[in-house]
């Protein structure tokens, strides 16, 4: 028995953390809130039928026993996958074709429980638990008591359990249970949109994510506390502003009470003298707001870090009655005003919305990709260290922005804060929408608005998030545009009623269904065209004919590296290609002609090869593309590549693995993200020996700093990397936040060409310093012959995909399929890769 008792002991923790406590006297400046995590790998796990738990009581566990001692070990937050791999009740989801094993988890329920003691005394206190996010539905209960239940997977949610806690000075009677019941997921998208992440798509197999996914919290207050602080920013330039802190406070009495309250703020990440302004304040029972507006001395604004810096301030809010604190609360936020202005050369009989972004005034073009996150699909496999890698990445890349769009979740705390430090703006889909028919059920609508206030709500402090959008491709799939595009209208107003931000409904609008709602033919691209009608252009005429003020997304597709492979793909799968490749979802034959169009070659010969040939075609492709698009500035004002990262091991759009291992078409991206960008426009990447090699020298500069005197140097390589020409030319100015052809090249030098050729080249300043760097690989080869031939690819891709499905990867492997006789007997059979041989 003695030893039970010790092992029950160890199995609790409680608070003994040494900050100024409610119904205490205390300071303003070293006032914290007093508040415990309950994430951690305390917690326990069970499975059961749907409905048994509440039938076997496991709702009304005794708070002391030791029960759960035997239940299997789970982290909050977390999700339900990676607790049952940690365990081994499944195989890795992400290996090979073990996702289609686990299908089984959604179809039960699952217990969680953690027990904590509590000895202090709570006397004129108030207890709640904060839920950061459960994906999706929950039930809850805090020592046999039941506290609430929760729908949806992104809003934070609270309830009081002052009635329900139970502390003492004896650890028996100070222990508490916390039980949840996490309800099978729902298995249609359309009936929880915007309130759950999509499970579907081209980068996902039939598995459906479920868990507690963000932090919990045991949070004590006073009889008042502190709900919300928004700083709301107010910019007039940049030696003029002010914020209005909306403080929302609830009063748990039944009288109105006069309380103080102080608000302090200074500069996080930059010297600033502190601010601070203390007030009486009467407060009704119930919810209130707040407002105070402080003209900020010597304003420091954020800005995306190639505009400026991005200055951060920190606030502190205290709440007291008397000298007796009541509760408190930190937040950081930023100084930035966000407009919008119409793209030049675009009349609004073609477009409906400016597209152009102004950051406290100046004009910036987004260098973005869409982000692909979270880190992993299955978040209780993600770290804080996962994050801060890829945002230290994606600033590598030049990117000044990430976009979250609509088929991935609104990011935890953590990502913005990364991206507020460092100076990358946010692109939000505020919630997933990527399906436009959502049942017409008015408590339906209420809920996914209320979800994306709460989201937007908890999120409006972070100066990164600069624009809002309703849906990703939402009206491209809706059967009935007015409802679906009033349903997105109305979610704006929603959204704009919480934050002062642009709002765009959907993305790209240009489909026949959003030009039925009312919209343009020129709203914006998502340049797909090249991968999902792969063969009827060559790269560069398809790149070229496109002209918008915006691309929300521009994706290509190209294989991980092979370290990464052999962490998901099964060893006698790797080369040639086996089925794993298919369910993790490589297209075969797009991959193989992208190569061709590329190369002038599948580049088969080996699994090194096929993969750094994937990835290189795909930087090509991005980098050419990014060029164009940022040659046509201002009247183009910014491209999202599609994706930057993949939320488990695939093989389509990221440029940055699983595993956080960099493409080679990350060093592309990198090169056409230059802030300041030599580059050059040609017609054709294949020429005759015949010809003569043309070109245009263009430098486009997304800095407002002009250049004086600078000196671009470059040379023509042939195969072996010998000079064929080198020559160089003065730039006598390079003015700010342009756009710019330069001088025009010709090169008669390709007559002993075998194969391909090179053009290097460098833009130096005044000093020597290197402004950019770039480099261009041709092919030698009749450009008409390469184009009838990748559209011969192209048509029997098209032709096979007449007879398969797209997701069916079966149509790669002729023993999944028996075509040509062939038949799948035993799992000894060697399954070829057709196109492979």
């Not at 039939?206 to 602080?229: A, E, H, Q, W």
């Not at 979250?404 to 507020?420: K, R």
Request: net charge neutral; hydrophobic share 35%; proline share 5%.
């Amino acid at each position: 028995m003695r030893f039970k008792i010790v092992v029950c002991a160890l199995l609790l923790f409680s608070f003994t953390k040494g900050f100024a406590q409610p119904s205490t006297i205390s300071n303003h400046n070293s006032n914290s809130q007093l508040k415990t995590s309950l994430s951690n790998y305390h917690w326990k796990m069970k499975m059961m039928l749907p409905g048994e738990g509440i039938k076997h009581g496991l709702h009304k566990l005794p708070p002391g026993d030791i029960e759960t001692l035997v239940w299997n070990p789970a982290k909050v937050p977390g999700d339900v996958y990676t607790d049952l791999w940690k365990v081994g009740a499944i195989e890795d989801p992400y290996f090979g074709r073990n996702s289609v094993k686990a299908q089984w988890v959604m179809q039960y329920e699952w217990w969680y429980t953690v027990q904590f003691k509590v000895n202090q005394d709570l006397s004129d206190k108030v207890a709640r638990l904060d839920f950061e996010s459960i994906d999706h539905e929950a039930d809850i209960w805090l020592n046999g008591q039941k506290i609430g239940s929760h729908k949806g997977s992104f809003s934070s949610f609270s309830f009081d359990v002052t009635e329900a806690i139970q502390t003492n000075k004896h650890w028996l009677k100070a222990t508490n249970m916390l039980v949840i019941r996490l309800a099978p997921p729902p298995q249609v998208n359309a009936s929880v949109a915007g309130l759950k992440t999509p499970w579907f798509g081209d980068y996902w197999r039939d598995l459906i994510p479920f868990g507690i996914t963000g932090n919990i919290d045991l949070v004590f207050t006073g009889k008042s506390r502190i709900l919300d602080v928004y700083a709301k920013p107010n910019v007039t330039n940049e030696k003029k502003a002010s914020v209005t802190f909306e403080i929302e406070i609830e009063n748990t009495e039944k009288i109105a009470k006069e309380k103080n309250i102080t608000v302090s703020f200074k500069g996080q990440n930059f010297d600033g003298k502190e601010q601070t302004i203390s007030f009486k304040q009467l407060l009704q029972p119930g919810k209130q707001i707040i407002k105070k507006n402080i003209e900020v001395k010597n304003p420091q604004l954020w800005w995306p870090w190639d505009l400026g810096k991005p200055n951060l301030y920190e606030a502190k809010v205290s709440l007291d009655e008397g000298k007796i604190n009541q509760d408190f609360k930190e937040i950081t936020y930023g100084l930035r005003r966000v407009d919008m202005e119409w793209n030049p050369g675009f009349t609004k009989d073609e477009v409906s919305f400016p597209r152009t972004t102004l950051i406290n005034g100046k004009p910036i073009f987004i260098r973005s990709a869409c982000w692909g996150g979270p880190p992993d699909i299955f978040v209780g496999r993600t770290s804080e260290e996962k994050y801060r890698k890829l945002i230290a990445l994606a600033k590598e890349a030049n990117m000044n922005n990430i976009r979250i769009f609509g088929w991935h979740p609104p990011e935890i705390p953590l990502f913005y804060q990364l991206c507020n430090e460092q100076g990358i703006s946010v692109w939000q889909d505020i919630i997933p929408l990527g399906t436009g028919n959502i049942p017409n059920d008015p408590e339906l609508l209420e809920r996914i608005y209320q979800e994306g206030e709460n989201v937007i709500k908890n999120r409006r402090n972070n100066p990164s998030i600069i624009m809002m959008e309703g849906g990703e491709e939402m009206l491209l799939r809706a059967s009935d545009a007015k409802y679906a595009n009033d349903f997105l209208v109305t979610l704006g107003e929603r959204y704009k009623a919480q934050v002062d931000l642009p709002y765009v409904p959907d993305s790209p609008l240009t489909c026949h269904v959003s030009i039925e709602a009312g919209y343009k033919k020129k709203e914006a691209v998502h340049a797909l065209g090249y991968f999902y009608q792969m063969g009827r252009w060559l790269m560069e005429d398809w790149y070229k004919s496109l002209d918008y003020p915006i691309v929300p997304e521009l994706a290509i597709t190209s294989v991980p590296n092979v370290e990464s492979l052999k962490k998901f793909i099964p060893e006698n799968e790797l080369w040639p290609p086996g089925p794993s490749w298919g369910h993790h979802w490589a297209d075969l034959d797009r991959l193989r002609i992208q190569n061709f169009d590329a190369f002038g070659d599948e580049k088969k010969g080996s699994l090194q090869e096929f993969v750094d040939a994937t990835q290189d075609a795909q930087g090509i492709i991005f980098q050419l593309s990014i060029e164009h698009f940022r040659r046509n500035k201002p009247r183009t004002s910014g491209i999202a590549l599609c994706h930057f990262i993949t939320y488990w091991p695939d093989m389509k759009w990221g440029m940055v693995d699983n595993y956080l291992k960099p493409k080679r078409s990350f060093d592309f991206v990198k090169t056409a993200y230059q802030p300041v960008l030599l580059n050059l426009n040609f017609k054709k990447r294949r020429w005759l020996n015949s010809e003569t090699f043309k070109g245009e020298f263009w430098i486009v500069n997304d800095y407002y700093q002009q250049y004086k005197n600078c000196k671009v140097s470059y040379s023509v390589l042939d195969d072996d990397k010998n000079v064929l020409k080198e020559s160089t030319f003065k730039v006598n100015k390079i003015e700010e936040n342009s756009s710019k052809q330069f001088v025009k090249l010709e090169a008669n030098v390709l007559k002993n060409v075998k194969k391909n050729f090179y053009v290097t080249m460098e833009l130096s300043d005044d000093k020597g310093t290197v402004l950019s760097s770039n480099e261009y690989m041709f092919l030698i080869g009749n450009q008409k012959e390469a184009s009838d031939q990748f559209k011969k690819m192209g048509e029997k891709i098209r032709e096979r995909n007449g007879i398969y499905t797209y997701g069916n990867y079966y149509r790669f492997f002729e023993k999944l399929t028996g075509e040509n006789k062939q038949e799948l007997e035993s799992k000894t059979d060697v399954i070829k890769t057709r196109g492979f041989e």
